[in-house]
Nanobody
Framework: QVQLVESGGGLVQPGGSLRLSCAASGSIFSIVAMNWYRQAPGKQREFVAGITKSGTTNYEDSVKGRFTISRDNAKNTVYLQMNSLKPEDAAVYHC?????????????WGQGTQVTVSS
């Protein structure tokens, strides 16, 4: 199994930047994609950005051009660089790993990191 630990959340003013990190450990060889999701109070968890094992990235429309997902394979870490933050970006951000084991996809989740955007 894969364990995920997020870090980097905090309080930032509108227009500011934050970089989230997600460190993976355990059965990392089984990971085929890693994603960031977020959940604001009273709302469903939503996809934010993802990166596949081959390096293909995709983004939710509202963050395109502002957020960048990247990875450091040597550190088994995925990052989410968030620029031009808006109050509506405030949420708990969760790291997700898609594991492929015996032909079946499994989800691993981190505990989440809080992002607050406020002046």
């Amino acid at each position: 199994q894969v364990q995920l630990v997020e870090s980097g959340g905090g309080l930032v003013q509108p227009g500011g930047s934050l970089r989230l990190s997600c460190a993976a450990s355990g059965s990392i060889f089984s990971i085929v994609a890693m994603n960031w999701y977020r959940q604001a109070p009273g709302k469903q968890r939503e996809f934010v950005a993802g990166i596949t094992k081959s390096g293909t990235t995709n983004y939710e429309d509202s963050v395109k051009g502002r957020f960048t997902i990247s990875r450091d394979n040597a550190k088994n870490t995925v990052y989410l660089q968030m620029n031009s933050l808006k109050p509506e970006d405030a949420a708990v951000y969760h790291c997700n790993a898609k594991e492929l084991r015996v032909g079946v996809l499994f989800d691993a989740w981190g505990q989440g990191t809080q992002v607050t955007v406020s002046s």
